[in-house]
């Protein structure tokens, strides 16, 4: 049996450290450049920045090192934020299942 798990907003559930925010920041110009640029910095890891794949990667592979632990004869494969998984027994997929929720 094979369970197959997307997660959602993988990247958006990921929090930075308050010191690496500014590091992810970005300005908005004001229109006509009438008042100042407005700066925002994201709170999680955001889309689109060179290493946040990396960064996803190695969360989703720590989250799963557990349950690789506890079910080593089962098979996990995870690529950003989907994760297969397979199982000698549909039995033991259910016990799973509710470890990667």
């Not at 308050?18 to 999680?44: C, G, H, L, M």
């Not at 080593?72 to 509710?98: G, N, W």
Request: charged share 25%; hydrophobic share 40%.
């Amino acid at each position: 049996p094979v369970l197959i798990v997307d997660l959602k907003d993988c990247f958006f559930t990921i929090p930075l450290h308050p010191d690496d925010r500014p590091k992810f920041a970005f300005s908005v110009p004001a229109i006509n450049e009438a008042e100042p640029a407005q700066r925002y910095q994201w709170r999680t890891l955001p889309q689109g920045m060179r290493n946040s794949p990396a960064i996803c990667q190695w969360y989703v592979a720590r989250a799963l090192s557990g349950v690789r632990k506890q079910f080593p004869d089962a098979r996990l494969y995870h690529y950003m934020d989907d994760i297969l998984v397979a199982a000698s027994t549909q039995d033991e997929l259910l016990r799973i299942q509710p470890r990667l929720l």
